[in-house]
């Protein structure tokens, strides 16, 4: 059997370690917590791309500049593709200046490096002079 001695030394020994496991446990969150509270905003211009029409490619030249409230390492993605069009390090801002051709709207997104959360977005929309018409008329009518 374990003296008197012994079991009062275990117990102090289960209590601190519950206790750093605790700390630890309240570090991580805290951690958590303040990656997500990232005050971010990025620019993006031109907001809009123009093409004759509807579903030709538009060509643009963005130029995207961003702001974050923490220092850290950040990429730049556009939607649908896993490599960063560029990263930064150990900063709070950064700017880009490149040319595209899309069909569809061009969004981008701001991510810390090795994460896939984005802490800000910008969309350039794309527009059409003439729009698609539906099926083509018939040249001739019974009435």
Known sequence: MLSIKMKKRLQRLLLQIK?????????????VANATDIQASMQVSPEQCVAMRQGQACYVSVQLTWQVSTPGNYCLYTAGTAKALNCWENTTTGELKKSFDSKVNLEFSLRRQNE????ATAVVKMAWVHKKKGQPRKSWRIF
């Open 19 to 31: 206790t750093t496991s605790l700390l630890m446990l309240l570090l991580v969150i805290s951690s």
């Open 116 to 119: 896939s959360l984005s802490v």
